[in-house]
């Protein structure tokens, strides 16, 4: 239900129900039972030749209640129409066709053919259903609603002509007949029951989570048939109901207690709350499913789920937000890599972004006792739900070009600063973690610096300052920096990203004639460069400590790079000066993409602290002629390979992603708002004529 919570819901009940068919092929086979399906019975109800409107309403809310859409429309299918594939060991599954097509669909199908299906798993013509279709939860629905969802899928639903596709399950899996044992064994299909002892709130709760929610198909373990091991609460493994379970090397989390009911509500409605977001399979659910729900809904949802009796801890959080940095970042290769990979996003201090990325301090899947979905949402990325109340959908990349032991230093001390004291990540673990999910690696050629490899080196204390300096400006530096800028606002993960004017081998081209100063440039002049340009500030003493850290950092990166050299994604990259700005375009581009973490009006974004999280575009603690941004066109290339961050799967920030349009409108918007001057601008172009695209 939070971002622990989430699991490929679909595939793994296949995956059981295969199984489960397989024990039941063998009772069969042992003691040769003969199936008879149970009879039809329409207990008095027919299909209405014209539905009442609101009747056809309510069964659509019932669909959505269900979630029917998950599993029978593909991404690009039609509603209901089936087809989706469901791989498991034994084959590929797939779903079937629930418009009311009176060929493909169900069209034919009776009242009481429909209530035997959802509650007994057998079809029309007496073919048993594998429960990866969650009849057994469905089997709770009350008789009013079955038969709203009946009239609406057959009333409020376009028919669509789709054949079925066959399974591709092979023997003797595919004796579907044998699954009139496994519901004997496993099924009761009689409808929820009210407790008389507990309100009305909660048992509407109950009747949503363990029937139309089917929450226990994920969260609850299984059993020696692959059933759940029970189906309510009050089963005789009760206890088990909701107390989670893992699968595909998710962890899907314990429900119980889950927590306060407000913010449980939040999570359903929005996809995300202050401890956390979902991710992986969650995200459909919410987009298909709860965000739909009444608030009524909701609230005896979490009503039910809250009252559930538990021994695990709640999540807590500080009362006000923790503004430290742990002490193990910048002196182990966990917090060094997760200062470069991860503070970007999720900050230095594990706060996350309010409403875009996630915190960690206070987060389920950080404290989790079985680590399986921090490894899994490491190495195959992330993407937020998208809702009615967020619509821009945010991702984090996945993190597979990493090494198993970089991915498990970084977790281990996130769990060790933000998890309560959850145990540590092995390397064994997201050894077997990838071979398991086989995830995609990003190739590019551009070799990404390890900054934790700087421990290794004699000078690493001033090699990690000159990196905090990089990450940190005008925080450590508040006597030279004038604004809220860090040179990582522009030189992304600490320098060390491609296309985003990274440091790799920058020192190894000073000291250099400029032919637009008419002198020649050291590497110190440049970075005061950027100190009075970018910051409003003042410069660095040459000869001081700050400045000989910034210089080695420079150095260090360096590495093999000759000054002959060309050093792939240096730079950032070039965009056609053809293009015409749309400034108008440019600021509903702005709106849509960097609103969210610059500000509606450039100002920036403030943490509950009152800190800065990314820094205004314009105004008076912005750039004011700095680095790039002084021209349209160079201004427009960064933003086409670097923003927005979180747009995308592509490692290391999932940045970039605007077409060339966009980012040259976008450049001209914000480029050319009012910020501070700076007044040795005249002498930039001594000999030269001045570009035209220089906003001076």
Not at 479 to 488: A, E, F, R
Not at 522 to 528: A, G, M, P, S, V
Not at 577 to 598: F, L, M
Request: proline share 7%.
């Amino acid at each position: 239900m939070n971002d622990e919570g989430t699991i490929r819901r679909r595939p793994r009940l296949k995956t059981l129900a295969a199984a489960a068919a397989g024990v039941a092929v063998v009772g069969a086979a042992v003691f040769g039972w003969i199936v008879t399906p149970p009879r039809i019975d329409d207990g008095g109800r027919t299909l209405p030749q014209a539905a009442a409107p609101e009747l056809v309403a309510r069964g659509k809310y019932i669909a959505e209640l269900g979630d029917c859409v998950a599993c029978h429309t593909t991404a690009d299918g039609k509603p209901m129409a089936g087809g989706r594939g469901l791989e498991t060991p034994f084959g590929m599954l797939y779903s079937t066709n629930i418009t009311p097509d009176p060929k493909t669909g169900i069209g034919r199908y009776s009242f009481g053919a429909f209530d035997r299906a959802m509650r007994k798993g057998v079809t029309a013509d007496g073919t048993h259903m594998y429960p990866a279709m969650p009849y057994p939860s469905y089997a709770k629905m009350s008789p009013d609603d079955m038969y709203a969802l009946y009239v609406y899928l057959m009333k409020g639903v376009a028919p669509v002509d789709s054949p079925n596709r066959p399974s591709g399950i092979g023997f003797p899996f595919n004796q579907r007949w044998t699954l009139a044992f496994w519901n004997e064994m496993f099924l009761d299909s009689h409808p929820f029951v009210a407790d008389a002892g507990k309100s009305e709130v909660w048992n509407r709760g109950a009747y949503l989570v363990q029937g139309l929610g089917h929450c226990g198909a994920c969260h609850t373990p299984r059993g020696i048939g692959f059933q759940e091991r029970a189906m309510s609460d009050t089963d005789g493994s009760g206890e088990t109901f909701l107390a989670g379970s893992k699968v595909e090397e998710w962890n899907a989390v314990n429900l119980r207690g889950l927590g306060d009911v407000d913010d449980t509500v939040e999570l359903l409605k929005t996809g995300q709350n202050r401890f956390g977001t979902v991710s992986g399979s969650m995200t459909e659910v919410i987009h298909n499913s709860t965000q739909n729900f009444t608030d009524a809904d909701l609230v005896a949802i979490a009503t039910y789920l809250g009252g559930l009796p538990t021994d695990q801890p709640r999540a807590q959080r500080p009362a006000t937000p923790d503004t430290g940095i742990p002490a193990a970042m910048f002196t182990t290769r966990g917090g060094l890599a997760y200062a470069q990979f991860c503070a970007d996003c999720h900050r230095l201090n594990g706060a996350g972004v309010a409403k875009v990325f996630p915190p960690l301090g206070g987060n389920p899947t950080v404290a989790a006792k079985d680590p399986s979905t921090l490894v899994h949402i490491t190495l195959t990325g992330w993407a937020t739900a998208q809702t009615q109340a967020h619509a821009r959908v945010f991702t984090m990349p996945g993190f597979a070009r990493l090494g198993d032991d970089e991915i498990a230093d970084i977790l281990s001390f996130v769990r060790a600063s933000w998890g309560g004291g959850a145990a540590p990540v092995t390397t064994a673990h997201v050894k077997v973690a990838r071979a398991t999910l086989d995830p995609k690696v990003d190739t590019r050629p551009f070799d990404t610096p390890r900054i934790a490899d700087v421990l290794k080196e004699p000078n690493a204390a001033q090699l990690v300052r000159g990196m905090r300096l990089n990450t940190e400006t005008h925080t450590l530096l508040p006597k030279n920096v004038g604004n809220v800028l860090n040179c990582s606002s522009c030189h992304l993960n600490a320098g060390t990203v491609a296309d985003g004017s990274p440091y790799v081998g920058v020192s190894a081209f000073f000291p250099s004639y400029a032919p637009r100063a008419g002198r020649e440039i050291t590497l110190e002049d440049r970075i005061n460069g950027c100190f009075l340009r970018s910051m409003n500030g003042k410069p660095l003493a040459k000869d001081g400590d700050d400045m000989k850290a910034m210089v080695a950092y420079f150095d260090w990166m360096k590495r093999e790079t000759k000054p002959e050299d060309k050093v792939e994604g240096r730079g950032v990259g070039k965009i056609s000066q053809a293009i015409k700005p749309d400034t108008e375009n440019g600021g509903r581009v702005y709106a849509a993409q960097c609103a969210v973490c610059h500000g509606s009006n450039g100002e920036g974004i403030k943490d509950a602290a009152g800190a800065f999280v990314y820094p205004p575009l314009w105004g008076d603690q912005s750039f004011n002629i700095g680095a790039g941004m002084a021209r349209t066109y160079t201004a427009a290339a960064f933003v086409k390979r670097n923003m927005p961050i979180g747009f995308h799967g592509g490692f290391p920030l999932g940045q970039g992603g605007l077409t060339d349009q966009e980012a040259v409108d976008v450049a001209e918007y914000f480029s050319h708002m009012p910020r501070p001057d700076f007044a040795p601008k005249v002498n930039d172009w001594p000999k030269d004529k001045k570009p035209a695209d220089a906003r001076y």
